[in-house]
């Protein structure tokens, strides 16, 4: 069954890198956040949407699985 909390953490990783400095910070916050819990979900479901960052240039992004 679907949990609550997984529509909520794909639709973060939905979000676009900001292009300006000053906002990326805040979006690698968010989106390491949402691929930790979505690696405690560990629902082969979001695999798709996790894939692309694995090769993220961002090595916090890689390590959050």
């Not at 894939?51 to 390590?63: T, V, Y």
Request: glycine share 6%.
């Amino acid at each position: 069954s679907l949990t609550p909390a997984l529509p909520a953490l794909l639709g973060v990783l939905q979000e676009e890198e900001p292009e300006v400095p000053a906002l990326q910070a805040k979006w690698l916050g968010r989106i390491v956040a949402a691929l930790k819990g979505l690696a405690e979900l560990a629902d082969p479901g979001a695999r798709s949407t996790v894939a692309p960052f694995l090769e993220h240039k961002d090595s916090s992004l890689r390590a959050a699985f």
